[in-house]
């Protein structure tokens, strides 16, 4: 009688390009994983030879969430739940049968893929693959072998300290772990673009907090919600986060009173830019991260853009600017933000938008348009009003 020892087993991605810093990369990653499932029980970690073995007991841990979280954690490009057992044909062959049993009597066709890390074990790849194929045909009399799309994939591993047997692997998230690249701040509105650019860079190992206008009564305290829900949801990727309120009412009806209709909008950017970046000096922050797409709206042209910029002292990283619409959707329904998305509260960008905006504004003109009016006490006193709240990921929000 064999007990069956699950485990799930992550395949690090670009990690193992990582030479000498590759140990910090493991140990970070092994951290957020920690942190991700430790309200599922006690599992245990450890790193070998290019993956990471999630190991713990199967009556108290819950590895059918563990697995569902795990695809959601950066620097894990394939994961698989499996399970060990001892390096012989006899109880790799029972403990396929016990594991992989039931969809090997349900399918038609199978193959068995062998990957034989430990060299001393006394069959190798091919040879273990011919046994093992052979031994499930036996036991399986109505399957046949399909080498190209068999319905059932019957994966051995034979590592230095046990065999490990899976099916075939899935996707994890790719990238790298976050916590391995700097820190930055997301400009969060409540739409489809920024919780995705968010996302993004945090495939790239960045730590994001996020900073959020609103400018009441002309925004609600439902759209406020729905940014924390937002948050929230890309925590699954991103690693707790830190989100910062900024009153911005005040800023935006002096624009409105002093400047030019037409420029509103490029002015309410630069204001934003400038309480965000004061934020990141007062915290640390390397850079700024926005949801925009060049040419999407008047705001987004690269004029506009320029004049947004020329605010900034720090890095402005644009990660969906290469995407189209349809793109950054695309990856917001796979990071599920797209039904909160779109639920219809107004952002701040929405109040007092001009109707005909200028959508190549010169960077002169929109500082002469500025200079008329004095916004740095109005600055000050945002920044002075910044609450900010730490969203965290799987934690029940009563929102
Ligand atoms: P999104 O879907 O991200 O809202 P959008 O296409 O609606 O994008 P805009 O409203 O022009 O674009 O905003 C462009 C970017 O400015 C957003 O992606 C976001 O990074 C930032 N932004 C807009 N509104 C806010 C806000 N209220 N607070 C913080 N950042 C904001
Ligand atoms: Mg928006």
């Known amino acids: 009688m064999i007990c069956l020892n699950q485990v799930i087993l992550c395949k690090y991605g670009e990690l193992v390009l990582k030479g000498l810093n590759r140990s910090s990369f493991e140990a970070v990653l092994i951290r957020n994983v ?21 190991e713990g007991d199967d009556s108290l841990c819950d590895f059918g969430e563990a697995m569902e979280r795990l695809k959601r954690v950066f620097g894990i490009a394939k994961l698989c739940m499996a399970v060990s057992c001892e390096k012989n044909l006899d109880d790799i062959e029972s403990t396929v049968s016990e594991y992989l049993g039931e969809s090997l009597q349900l399918a038609q066709s199978f ?18 693959m011919a046994e093992l194929g052979g031994r499930i045909l036996e036991r399986y009399p109505h399957l046949t072998v399909d080498v190209k799309s068999p319905e059932v994939t019957v994966v051995v591993e034979i590592r230095d ?48 907090s996020a900073i959020h206008f609103q400018s009441p009564p002309y925004t ?27 009153p911005f009412t005040k800023i935006q009806e002096a624009i409105r009173e002093n400047c030019p209709e037409e420029l509103f909008t490029i002015i309410m950017r630069r204001q934003m830019m400038e309480i965000s970046q004061r934020l990141c000096e007062a915290y640390g922050f390397s850079a700024i991260v926005t949801g925009e797409s060049i040419g999407q709206v008047a705001s987004q042209t690269m004029a506009a853009m320029v004049a947004t910029d020329s605010v900034c002292r720090l890095p ?6 290469g995407l189209d619409k349809k793109e950054i959707i695309d990856i917001s329904y796979k990071i599920d933000t797209f039904d909160i998305s ?12 001009p109707k005909h905006p200028k959508t190549k504004p010169t960077l002169a003109e929109v500082e002469r348009a500025e200079s008329g ?17 730490t969203l965290r990921p799987y934690e029940e929000y009563d929102f």
Request: charged content about 25%; glycine content about 8%; overall charge positive.
């Open 316 to 321: 402005v990283f644009r990660p969906c600017i």
């Open 34 to 54: 920690r942190r991700r499932l430790k309200s599922l029980g006690d599992f245990s970690y450890s790193s070998r030879q290019s993956t990471l073995f999630v």
């Open 111 to 128: 193959k068995v893929e062998a990957k034989r890390a430990d060299k001393r074990f006394y069959l190798d790849s091919m040879q273990l």
């Open 220 to 246: 609600s305290e439902r759209a406020f919600i729905k940014v924390k829900k937002l948050a929230a949801k890309i925590s699954e990727y991103c690693g707790q986060i830190t989100l910062f309120s900024v």
């Open 161 to 208: 300290n046990a065999a490990y047997v899976h099916g075939m692997p899935v996707d994890g998230a790719g990238g790298i772990p976050v916590g391995t690249s700097g820190r930055a701040l997301l400009m969060l509105s409540g739409g489809i673009d920024s919780p995705v650019a968010g996302t993004m860079m945090a495939k790239r190992g960045v730590i994001v």
């Open 373 to 389: 009016f004095d916004f740095e006490p109005l600055i000050k006193e945002a920044l002075d009003g910044i609450t900010q709240v």
């Open 342 to 353: 779109i639920e219809p509260y107004e952002d701040c960008c929405t109040v007092f938008t």
